[in-house]
């Protein structure tokens, strides 16, 4: 398929996604949140990828936030569908994959992009990169789950501290907060986002799914983590790569999945 916001690249089992708005500095618009989707559902789909890469095209930035444009005269009702569409769209959608998702953030990654990169699964920064939630300068409050994910990733204080100044923060400093796992030079950044997705394609795709979904069953309070957990757990004895893994154990090989 044809995309025109976006680029995909094809790197041994990852799928490399690039927000490709690069004089936009990647901000996000209607047509990008429609293409994201269509990209990351095809990856999901797609047997030779195990995990996926997204970040943004050029130097500066990640995504630089929405697309202010566009919703510039929404009312309140409009506003909200604008939410609840990008939230199910794309931000869930992330959130809930059954494939390792990693931000790449190579610059600038602001309100809706801030939001992107949290709802990944993990999250590389370039040193070069400076991250924040602006919203409030603009009337506005994070809509695209940046109150919740950031809450659960650094807490409650200094995830109000950064919602309600507005102000940035550098990888470093975000480092220090477990707002990312690994911060690189520039030029390495892709480099350990695919060492990463390597390293997890090494192992049962299936059990990586699995794991997901049981740590993200601890975030939703109409979930039972505790159950989820051992319900996946005992799913995985009657799999093949539960076989396949024991054996190589004992056999003292690498295993093959």
Same mark, same amino acid.
């Given at each position: 398929?044809?995309?025109?916001?976006?680029?995909?690249?094809?790197?041994?089992?990852? $799928?490399?996604?690039?927000?490709?708005?690069?004089?936009?500095?990647?901000?996000?618009?209607? #047509?990008?949140?429609?293409?994201?989707?269509? $990209?990351?559902?095809? $990856?999901?789909?797609?047997?030779?990828?195990?995990?996926?890469?997204?970040?943004?095209?050029?130097?500066?930035?990640?995504?630089?936030?929405?697309?202010? $444009?566009e919703? &510039?005269?929404?009312?309140?009702?409009?506003?909200?569908?604008?939410?609840?569409?990008?939230?199910?769209?794309?931000?869930?959608?992330?959130?809930?994959?059954?494939?390792?998702?990693?931000?790449? #953030?190579?610059?600038?990654?602001?309100?809706?992009?801030?939001?992107?990169?949290?709802?990944?699964?993990?999250?590389?920064?370039?040193?070069?990169?400076r991250l924040?939630?602006?919203?409030?300068?603009?009337?506005?409050?994070?809509?695209?789950g940046?109150?919740?994910?950031?809450?659960?990733?650094?807490?409650?204080?200094?995830?109000?501290?950064?919602?309600?100044?507005?102000?940035? #923060?550098?990888?470093t400093?975000?480092?220090?907060?477990?707002?990312?796992?690994?911060?690189?030079?520039?030029?390495a950044?892709?480099?350990?986002?695919?060492?990463?997705?390597?390293?997890? &394609?090494?192992?049962?795709?299936?059990?990586?799914?699995?794991?997901?979904?049981?740590?993200?069953?601890?975030?939703?309070?109409?979930q039972?983590?505790?159950?989820?957990?051992?319900?996946?757990?005992?799913?995985?004895?009657?799999?093949?790569?539960?076989?396949?893994?024991?054996?190589?154990?004992?056999?003292?090989r690498?295993?093959?999945?």
């Open positions: 398929m044809a995309y025109s916001t976006i680029t995909i690249q094809y790197d041994g089992r990852a $799928a490399l996604i690039t927000i490709n708005r690069e004089s936009k500095l990647n901000a996000l618009n209607g #047509i990008a949140l429609r293409e994201l989707n269509l $990209a990351v559902r095809a $990856a999901l789909e797609d047997p030779t990828v195990r995990g996926i890469i997204i970040t943004g095209a050029g130097e500066k930035a990640f995504v630089a936030g929405a697309d202010i $444009a919703f &510039a005269h929404f009312d309140a009702s409009e506003g909200r569908r604008l939410a609840q569409d990008g939230q199910t769209m794309v931000f869930d959608l992330i959130h809930r994959a059954h494939k390792p998702v990693v931000a790449a #953030i190579n610059g600038f990654a602001l309100g809706g992009g801030l939001e992107l990169a949290l709802a990944c699964h993990i999250r590389v920064a370039s040193q070069a990169a924040g939630l602006p919203e409030v300068s603009l009337g506005l409050i994070p809509g695209y940046g109150t919740q994910r950031l809450t659960q990733l650094v807490g409650r204080g200094r995830a109000l501290e950064l919602i309600l100044t507005g102000e940035m #923060i550098g990888a400093q975000a480092e220090a907060y477990g707002l990312v796992n690994h911060v690189t030079e520039p030029a950044l892709l480099d350990k986002a695919k060492a990463i997705i390597a390293r997890i &394609a090494s192992r049962a795709p299936d059990a990586v799914g699995a794991a997901i979904r049981a740590v993200n069953a601890s975030l939703d309070p109409q039972d983590g505790f159950r989820v957990e051992i319900d996946e757990f005992g799913k995985r004895f009657g799999t093949a790569e539960f076989r396949e893994g024991v054996e190589a154990f004992l056999s003292k690498p295993p093959s999945f």
